[in-house]
């Protein structure tokens, strides 16, 4: 039982994830490209699932984003799924601290045709949000948080700062595994995105909520945030 087996449960996540994926098809054979360059290039296997992909772009259609921030890029392959959902004149600007992520991500960028849309703008991600915010860059209609989850709150703050009314924010991995469940926690990325819970759920201008995910990655969830007046 899933329950009970913890691996029997991730086989079964990643069972269905496989099904998906049968589901829709290959797709988009530069997503594809993508997560072979970036395993290529042996860059960290935490790229967003393919069906997580999916759902990163259908939120963005949704929300109809012209403009589109993502903070923590590592070889593009959010980036793709996203900016594939932006119109001809639209804008995707990616935060990366790691300047080889940042190439493999341009390369996989140019290959799926979307780096005129795209820009990667590689250093700590605190000081590239205070840079757009010092350019008074017009605000972002979608913000996918992604990149470590210690400053995660600091990052929803920033996010907040660089969007409008009605903009979405999302933010990556704010379960795992479900230890933001266990209380204190030695563990800074799970005390990270503890306190991004907590920010989140008392903000006074989201409204929020937290889903919880499985798949072949195992147990993680996202944030979902609509910026009101
Ligand atoms: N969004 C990507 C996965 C991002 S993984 C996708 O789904 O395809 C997290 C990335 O954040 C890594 O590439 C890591 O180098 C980057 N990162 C970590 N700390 C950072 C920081 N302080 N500023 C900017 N990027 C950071
Ligand atoms: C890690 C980071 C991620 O963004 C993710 O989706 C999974 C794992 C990590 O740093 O371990
Ligand atoms: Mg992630």
């Keep these: 039982m899933p329950d009970h087996d ?40 935490i790229a967003v699932s393919v069906n997580l992909g999916r759902y990163l772009h259908v939120l963005a259609l949704a929300c109809r984003a012209r403009r589109i921030l993502e903070i923590g890029t590592l070889g593009g392959y959010s980036a793709i799924w996203m900016a594939r959902a932006l119109p001809a ?7 990366e601290a790691d300047g080889r992520h940042a190439a493999v991500a341009r390369a996989n960028l140019e290959e799926a045709g979307v780096a005129a849309l795209t820009e990667v703008r590689v250093g700590a991600a605190r000081e590239s949000l205070a840079d757009l915010e010092r350019e008074d860059v017009e605000p972002f209609d979608m913000v996918f948080i992604d990149a470590d989850k210690e400053p995660y709150a600091a990052y929803l703050s920033a996010a907040v700062r660089l969007t409008r009314t009605g903009s979405l924010i999302v933010a990556d991995n704010v379960v795992r595994g479900g230890a933001v469940a266990d209380g204190p926690s030695e563990d800074a990325g799970v005390t990270g995105v503890q306190r991004f819970n907590e920010a989140l759920a008392a903000h006074p201008r989201l409204a929020s909520v937290i889903v919880q995910q499985v798949g072949d990655k195992g147990h993680d969830g996202m944030a979902l945030a609509v910026v009101t007046g």
């Design 6 to 45: 913890p691996e029997a449960a991730r086989q079964r996540y990643a069972a269905v994830d496989r099904y998906l994926d049968d589901l829709y098809g290959p797709g988009d054979p530069a997503l594809e490209g993508a997560r072979a360059r970036a395993a290529a290039e042996e860059l960290p296997d």
């Design 89 to 95: 004149d639209g804008r995707l600007v990616t935060l």
